[in-house]
């Protein structure tokens, strides 16, 4: 089975903190994204990665940044927390044919900024 | 651009009843067309998706749903609900053929009573 990993299912820092959320997947796949969810909003994309070192900004990149570093982790980074990035961050990544479309989700992320 | 609409935010059901969940998506051309669960505090899996040829899906834990392009819809439908089909659903969209990016609604909560 697919397993995709991250690392802290709950957070808590300050604001003005630099976080980072980690996510591994075991099944070689190319692509990985960073999604966060809220209540009411449903799932929005931060960024993705379709290679090692690529990234491309999703629907809300500001105030996140991303690294890839290694084809099976892909890193969320938030520079300086805020309170407004109280979130479930989701890791997900896919492989084969492009358009399959069927993610592999982690488990989530809740972070909380005070 | 593409997007997809859940109407209901929250549905409740008996357990035994069939259940209808609705979906319509915005897309110029063919779309492809995914419903997720999510239980709780877990992540998203993949239920079904729609590519193209039979309207009619099946999915897994005894979920179909039916493509209408005339009425851009593609509701997932049981005909007998468990408890442990509480959870969230969510219906996406691929951004377009040559991405793995998804589009996804905001979610329609699913509570059983037994």
């Known amino acids: 089975d697919v397993k995709v990993t991250q690392s802290s299912r709950y957070l808590v820092k300050r604001t003005g903190e630099k976080v980072f959320l980690e996510c591994v997947q075991d099944?070689?796949?190319?692509?990985m994204f960073w999604y966060r969810q809220d209540p009411g909003l449903g799932l929005r994309l931060i960024y993705f990665?379709?290679?090692?070192?690529?990234?491309e900004k999703g629907d809300i990149p500001e105030g996140y940044s991303v690294s890839r570093e290694k084809k099976e982790r892909f890193s969320l980074i938030l520079e300086s927390a805020s309170t407004n990035q109280t979130s479930m961050y989701l890791c997900?990544?896919?492989?084969?044919?492009?358009?399959?479309?069927?993610?592999?989700f982690g488990e989530g992320s809740r972070l909380t900024v005070l | 651009a593409q997007s997809v609409t859940q109407p209901d935010i929250h549905i409740t059901v008996s357990e035994g009843a069939s259940l209808e969940l609705r979906c319509n998506y915005s897309?110029?051309?063919?779309?492809?067309l995914f419903w997720y669960v999510q239980s709780p505090g877990q992540g998203l899996q993949l239920l079904l998706k729609?590519?193209?040829?039979?309207?009619l899906v099946q999915g897994i834990k005894g979920f179909e749903a039916e493509f209408k392009r005339s009425q851009s819809s593609f509701n997932l439908r049981k005909p007998s609900v468990h408890w442990s089909d509480a959870a969230e659903y969510f219906c996406?969209?691929?951004?377009?053929?040559?991405?793995?990016?998804?589009?996804f609604g905001t979610g329609t909560r699913l509570q059983v009573f037994p």
């Open positions: 897309y110029g051309a063919t779309p492809y």
């Open positions: 099944m070689d796949h190319e692509n």
């Open positions: 729609y590519f193209s040829g039979d309207t």
């Open positions: 996406a969209v691929g951004a377009g053929h040559n991405t793995d990016k998804l589009i």
């Open positions: 997900a990544s896919t492989g084969g044919a492009v358009g399959a479309g069927e993610l592999f």
């Open positions: 990665s379709y290679d090692v070192k690529m990234k």
